[in-house]
């Protein structure tokens, strides 16, 4: 079975450009989660989706980061415009059910994004 | 807001000796996720426990639940250089809460 699936794996842009970072959840999961990490702030949680609604954003650190899924197998983080502070892994996992109903997450490859 | 902190940050053992991560969280967990990270890699889930006081085993993994329900432990006997990677522990923020909190993580290293 296909797990979840990230594009691109790395990507290396100059601050000030647009970034779009793309994730396909495992068919079926329900729940859809973007993270990045750091090695200073560790692995954060910046927005889920549930059944492709966004539920909390609350982690995206500012109006520059944007996230959308259109459709059930399909999801971007958009950052516009870019900055070197935004330089991270970027993880998406998905999941059937919330962690509260005792369900894993499975992670993605990740996209490792450097911003010159 | 919650918190969940893992000790040691690091650890560096010789190959075969024991291994112990310790996780702790400012609230009590409805249930702990543990995953495992391999160096350049992305988490995997390794296991997860509900019950309070709760015990299990994945071969060489010996995994608790607190009693509490607001810590846990990872313990690896006889480690192997396949058991190199970041070890992170991870519960929901709050009962019925839909976000995960990860742990601080520990990474072990392994000295053939």
């Known amino acids: 079975d296909a797990g979840v699936i990230q594009s691109p794996r790395h990507e290396v842009t100059e601050m000030g450009q647009e970034v779009t970072l793309r994730c396909k959840p495992i068919?079926?999961?329900?729940?859809l989660f973007w993270y990045r990490q750091t090695m200073m702030r560790g692995l954060e949680l910046l927005i889920y989706f549930n059944n492709n609604v966004p539920i909390d954003d609350s982690g995206m650190p500012e109006d520059r980061f944007s996230a959308k899924m259109p459709n059930a197998s399909f999801s971007t983080l958009k950052i516009q415009p870019s900055e070197p502070r935004d330089s991270a892994v970027y993880f998406c996992?998905?999941?059937?059910?919330?962690?509260?109903?005792?369900?894993?997450?499975?992670f993605g490859d990740g996209t490792r994004l450097s911003i010159l | 807001g919650q918190q969940v902190m893992q000790i040691p940050q690091y650890q560096h053992v010789q190959e075969g000796e024991d291994f112990t991560t310790y996780c702790n969280s400012s609230t009590t967990l409805s249930n702990i996720q543990w995953y495992k990270q391999r160096p350049g890699g992305h988490p995997v889930f390794l296991i997860q426990l509900v019950k309070s006081g709760e015990v299990k085993k994945q071969k060489r993994l010996t995994f608790q639940f607190g009693e509490a329900k607001k810590n846990s432990s990872l313990h690896i006997t006889a480690t192997q250089t396949t058991d190199v990677g970041t070890y992170f522990c991870a519960g929901p923020r709050n009962f019925g809460n839909e976000k995960l909190t990860f742990g601080t993580g520990t990474r072990l290293t392994i000295i053939p």
């Open positions: 996992a998905s999941s059937l059910a919330p962690p509260s109903r005792n369900q894993p997450q499975h």
């Open positions: 068919s079926g999961h329900d729940y």
